[in-house]
């Protein structure tokens, strides 16, 4: 009984140092030598300064930016406290808030290029992190004429803009095209300083 205790303690103690701590480091050293950028979260700079991820999803309030995908995640893009708002679709508050959610759109909406008047799902409902980087194409499209409008620029650059952030599926079978918000909002701003 004895020998059968000391191998099972000696056991765990192997298999926690191994798989709790040799694999864990062994995995992200080697993500660091054959892909840093990713290893590192993807952090994306501007004029030295760190203006966020391409993981994770942040707001964008102002007129002349595209915005993303609402956030439940704590007080709203919070990476520690990632989540959704688990309300099913016949929950009387998630109903409320979509449709306060949708009016706000309407509100703001300036005429619409691609002739769509619906607000495209995923600019009034949260995803299931609450961190989403990415809006669909719909979503960016609907937003073009307003963001356009705002920054004073030809609605055709800002489309062409969006159309030049589009991400295709991954691995041409994976997801839906899509579109990262802050890498347009970057290229939208580089955009409006170059017709200064």
Not at 49 to 78: C, E, H, K, M, W
């Amino acid at each position: 009984m004895r020998k059968q205790f000391i191998t099972a303690c000696l056991y765990t103690l192997v298999t926690t140092v191994l798989l709790g701590l040799g694999y864990p480091l062994a995995v992200t050293v080697l993500a660091h030598f054959l892909m840093p950028a990713k290893a590192n979260g993807e952090l994306i700079a501007k004029n030295g300064v760190l203006v966020g991820s391409q993981l994770i999803g942040q707001p964008f309030t102002g007129p002349g930016y595209f915005n993303s995908r609402p956030s439940a995640a704590g007080t709203g893009y919070d990476a520690a406290n990632s989540s959704g708002s688990n309300l099913g679709p016949t929950n009387a508050t998630l109903i409320a808030r979509v449709e306060q959610s949708v009016q706000s759109w309407k509100a703001r909406e300036v005429e619409n290029p691609n002739g769509s008047t619906d607000v495209p799902v995923d600019l009034v409902t949260t995803s299931g992190s609450g961190l989403d980087p990415d809006i669909t194409v719909a979503a960016a499209e609907y937003q073009v004429a307003s963001v356009a409008q705002a920054r004073g620029l030809p609605t055709d650059q800002v489309k062409h803009l969006v159309q030049a952030h589009i991400e295709p599926r991954q691995f041409g079978i994976l997801g839906e095209p899509r579109v990262n918000v802050l890498e347009l909002n970057l290229a939208l701003d580089v955009l409006a300083a170059d017709r200064k």
